[in-house]
């Protein structure tokens, strides 16, 4: 099982190492803005990833399979690393790592309040999966699901304000997103 586990992580990571790649100009080329193309690309990843994560409950609830059981917190780890380096992109490469100028465009940019509020949730939940705070982890799913899913809405919604535009993809997560939390919430109500 560890193999399979960590050949999903590898899959998934695919993504960065071509970006990776790219950056450094092993192959292709990043485009007229790379700066924008490497922090999209870190986000988008982030935000694919965490809703794979997101799937899994159904997926294993409906299948039976232990398997989708083994695969949410090292994939929430994925998504979590995504996204840090979606905000290291734009802190340090676009903004130079200029503390004051971040925390002022964060302050004076909606979607970029909204996106930060996502990833400190992802960062909660990276620092509370750690070894030493299993057993607390472990007495709080329900609160760490809840704060994943606030993530992933939060992610959501940041992705959709920051397009300026309808995009499909930016639909299709929202559409996603929402039938997930649907089927959690009647999940949640027919247990209680």
């Not at 996502?118 to 620092?127: A, E, Q, W």
């Not at 799913?141 to 995009?167: C, D, M, N, P």
Request: with cysteine.
């Amino acid at each position: 099982m560890k193999h399979t586990v960590r050949l999903i992580i590898f899959i998934s990571l695919i993504p960065f190492f071509d970006l990776s790649l790219k950056a450094f100009g092993i192959y292709a080329d990043l485009g007229a803005n790379p700066v924008e193309t490497i922090i999209h690309t870190t986000g988008v990843w982030g935000l694919r990833i965490l809703i794979i994560v997101l799937l899994l409950a159904p997926l294993g609830y409906f299948s039976g399979l232990e398997l989708f059981r083994q695969f949410p917190k090292p994939l929430g780890l994925v998504a979590f690393f995504y996204s840090l380096m979606h905000f290291l992109s734009y802190a340090i490469i676009d903004q130079s790592g200029d503390i004051k100028i971040i925390i002022v465009d964060i302050i004076e940019t909606p979607y970029l309040i909204v996106g930060w509020g996502g990833f400190l949730c992802l960062f909660f939940v990276g620092i509370a999966s750690h070894k030493r705070l299993q057993t607390w982890f472990n007495k709080n799913r329900s609160t760490i699901s809840g704060i994943v899913y606030t993530s992933a809405v939060l992610a959501v919604w940041h992705y959709f304000w920051q397009a300026k535009t309808v995009e499909i993809e930016a639909v299709i997560y929202i559409f996603t997103v929402c039938v997930l939390i649907v089927w959690r919430l009647k999940v949640s109500l027919v247990k209680n």
